[in-house]
């Protein structure tokens, strides 16, 4: 997630919900009140795990302003395969021994650690960018995580981005776990375009062995996916499954299959890439709401990923 929402928000209890909406198709668009309102009301009950090709993961982003400890319940109750922690501000974010803990409790393991490297998370684990990506990659060894979620770097952290590809490469040839670099977008003023992150906000441009794509990313930079998925090849080691409706800020990080970007054909073309990853919903739910609402949004993506993962594209 590009600018992710810091987690380290106020405490809430998690309840039995009793009743749950069905969220509306058009996501945040004009007359959803009004569909919410139709939605029929239905308990709300655990999904239960399905044989998965591939498995799909829930971030801990996904349930902000709910904390850590609340996505791994969430994930357990709808049947996830695993999480992916977003390591931020929280204590329980950064902390393996109680990551564990909670895995080991709810059953959900963690598949996935996207490391410290949003603006809002510059001094957690420190500013040393190196120090922060070996320090992930630790947490994740501990955990039984195959994949650190990185960005490429700002272009203020010189040394860093003068480095970033050859000091990625030697990283990377010291560890099992996979850093995989995350595609971000361009900023856009006007007409004029400003290069945020150096060397580049695009990591197919990057000489780095390990890629994850986010499909809200995408619809912010005005990317094809497809063909960025295609171009990656074996590079694709992580998916981030979301969606977005335009070219340009803000990051929506929709609901997949709300926006415009083609969440589910890349899902049924990962049939015939081999891939090996994980697909992680990485989506929004801040503006639920009700926590009913917000858990109806991560269980409505959780099966639009099964779904499409269980039908591959006649694409080859």
Known sequence: MGQAADTNGPARTSQTASAAPVSAAN???????????????????????????????????SVFPERTTDAFEIAARLGYDGVEVMVTADPVSQDAKVLQRLADYHGVPVLAVHAP????????????????????????????????????????????????????????????????????????????????????????????KYVTLDLSHTAVADSDALQMAGDLGERLAHVHLTDGTRPGLPD?????????????????????????????????????????????????????????LRAPSAVS
């Open 117 to 208: 490297c949003l603006l809002i998370t510059q001094r957690v684990w420190g500013r040393e960018p190196w120090a922060k990506l070996a320090k992930a990659a630790d947490v994740a060894g501990q955990l039984g995580a195959e994949v650190v979620v990185l960005h490429p770097p700002f272009r203020w952290q010189r040394d860093y981005a003068r480095d970033f590809e050859v000091g990625l490469a030697r990283a990377q040839a010291e560890t099992s776990v996979k850093f995989a670099v995350e595609n971000l977008y361009p900023l856009r003023a006007g007409t004029t375009e400003v290069a945020a992150y150096a060397p580049h906000w695009n990591p197919v441009e990057l000489d780095c």
């Open 27 to 61: 996501g945040e668009a004009a007359g959803s009140a009004r569909a919410r309102e139709a939605r029929p009301e239905r308990d709300f009950a655990v999904s239960g795990k399905q044989p998965s090709i591939v498995p799909v993961a829930l971030s801990t982003a």
């Open 252 to 308: 929506e990080h929709l609901v997949p299959g709300r926006g415009t970007q083609p969440s589910a054909e890349l899902l049924k073309r990962l049939h015939h890439m081999d891939y090996q990853g994980v697909v992680v919903v990485e989506i929004s739910t801040r503006r639920a709401l009700t926590q009913q609402e917000r858990y109806y949004d991560l269980e409505e993506s959780l099966a639009f990923a099964r779904e499409h």
